[in-house]
């Protein structure tokens, strides 16, 4: 069974193949008695190849584009999650590796049990604004949840693999990817940044985060969330850093954002290190860009941090 792909983008032209992959997973349902009469890609970008066997779900785990990351941050996170009813994350059926003599990687893979309902992005933008406030605040409840579970020791030392000095090496690197842009020198706010500190800007208390939490990684049934998933993302730091895709991807007006903060139990308003770290980390975020900030301080005129944080955060 070959696995091997010369460059990355040999991987990407077949990511999504299902018929690429379905002796893969073929074998997968074998070792796990899964009945592949169903069987199809997960819909979405995502950087693993995932599929719907059945009544479950399989991930394969990529060595490309940060995959390696990926694995042992999800499953320790699912793993720490399982005990909470109120978090509707996916079951771990099973672990296994597809190869077992690869000098490099052996295409580790997790079966999953299959969330309820229909994936948020299917019906988004045809909800009301009522609705929407609805689930907005329904999913800064759940948020809450997931940031109030005590990393485990296997999450915690997932995690200590790929940033062993923790959050603050993770901000750090950001920062310097972001500052190492040529065109920094466009942003008005550009010096105050070149003068941020982020090692222990955030909580002493480091939660669980998703790191990812957009349309496609949620599920609705009757205006109800039934579904988070997709913790490839996972991280552990400052609560607030999950709040990010949430306004860009959820809640793009006040009144939506408020929802969300609402659910959550936080006013941002009433101290102003919240609303800075909200910003900060919305510049440093995994998938922000100099370009989206570029866009941000240009559209909001801001002079400073805090003015871009009341435009960002109404």
Known sequence: MSLRFLVESHYA???????????????????HALAMETYETMRGDATNPVFLVGDSVVKIYTPYFHGRETK?????????????????VPKVLARGELLFDSSDWNWPYVVMSRMDG?????????LDDATKEKLLGELGAK???????????????AWKSHWPRGFDEFLTRQLD???????IALLSIADELR??????????WPVLLHGDIEPDHLFVSDDRIVGIIDFGDAKIGDPLYDFFTIRQDL???????????????LDPSRENDLLKRLTVYAMLHEWTTLRDVIG??????????RELGEWLWA
Do not use: C
């Open 72 to 88: 042992g941050m999800e499953v320790a996170a699912l793993e720490a999650l399982r005990n909470d009813s109120g978090i509707p």
């Open 118 to 126: 229909r994936v948020l992005q299917e019906d988004w933008a045809t």
């Open 195 to 204: 003068s941020i500190s982020v090692t222990g800007m955030g909580p002493s």
């Open 251 to 265: 809640a793009p007006t006040p009144e939506l954002r408020a929802a969300f903060l609402q659910g959550y139990g």
């Open 296 to 305: 941000w301080t240009t559209k909001s005129r801001a002079k400073s941090i």
């Open 143 to 157: 948020l809450r949840r997931i940031h109030g579970i005590t990393p485990t020791p296997d999450l915690a030392a």
């Open 13 to 31: 032209s077949v990511r999504t193949d299902a018929e690429f992959w379905r002796p893969h997973v073929a074998e997968i349902a074998r070792r």
């Open 177 to 183: 990817a972001l500052l190492g842009h040529a065109d």
